[in-house]
């Protein structure tokens, strides 16, 4: 997977790894994806494609721990499919993540159209500054961008915010996120996913002291699949002739 790597130092170790497949057999097609669910198996499946890169892992567990599975009937229906298509299944998550800048953060900030808003790329956020939106015009800006049905808000929706940090995935813990307020003197924190008693509950206690401070949660997924968009894109143009999708996925959940 050298066209994915780029000139970056090795990772050891790693989660990147041919999960499924013979690293000799020919791409036909590739699904780039968040995760390769069963839905997303059965789109790469229709559109002919051979071979998936998936940013998490297959079987709900980071390092794709299986023995607590193996008599879960999901688990044995999913490998069923696996199996009987043939697919191959590459892991990508920990070189995306050491792209300069983050490459799912790029796939994010593409996605919203911020990339000329940057001030700096830290490891874990990304800090920009924005024209002057509303909490309330931010969250509804992110939905549209994003194709997504819902974001979680915590601060004063009329609040102005232009100095915002981004963090994707599960960057969204207090210790990552809550120094940027001060550190950076963000207004706005947008994250993917973190621990629900963390960042939120400093964000309700600075407000209920009288502080400009808000919070948006993305979700994880949401907030990096559209790095795999990207990665699908690269791909596109290092391999013009061969079939490269995104597939996004369904949501994992909905508001009731």
């Known amino acids: 997977m050298n066209a994915l790597t780029e000139d970056i130092d090795i990772v050891s170790p790693t989660v990147d790894k041919l999960l499924y497949g013979n690293p000799d057999t020919e791409v036909k097609g ?48 999913k490998i069923r499919l696996i199996e009987q298509s043939g697919m191959a299944i590459f892991r990508f998550h920990d070189y ?29 956020a990304t800090i920009l500054n924005i024209p002057v939106m509303t909490l309330a015009e931010i969250a509804d800006y992110l939905k549209k961008a994003l194709q997504i049905s819902y974001v979680r808000v915590s601060g004063d929706q009329f609040m102005p915010c232009t100095r915002v940090g981004i963090l994707v995935g599960y960057r969204g813990s207090g210790r990552q996120a809550i120094p940027l307020f001060q550190q950076e ?45 990207y990665v699908a894109e690269r791909l596109s143009e290092q391999f013009p002739g061969l079939p490269v999708s995104f597939v996004r996925d369904k949501a994992a959940f909905y508001i009731v």
């Open 185 to 229: 003197e963000v207004d706005l924190i947008i994250a993917g996913e973190g621990p629900e008693w963390e960042t939120p509950e400093y964000v309700k206690d600075a407000v209920q002291q009288g502080r400009s401070k808000a919070l948006i949660m993305l979700g994880h997924a949401e907030s990096e699949a559209p790095g795999m968009k």
């Open 30 to 77: 590739v699904v780039t994806a968040f995760s390769a669910s069963q839905f997303v198996l059965g789109q790469a499946v229709a559109l002919g494609a051979n071979l998936i890169i998936t940013h998490e892992g297959v079987f709900f567990s980071h390092q794709d721990e299986r023995d607590w599975l193996k008599e879960d009937p999901v688990y044995q229906e």
């Open 96 to 124: 995306v993540h050491r792209y300069k800048p983050d490459g799912i953060m790029t796939g994010m900030l593409r996605e919203l159209g911020w990339q000329n808003y940057v001030s700096v790329h830290n490891p874990a």
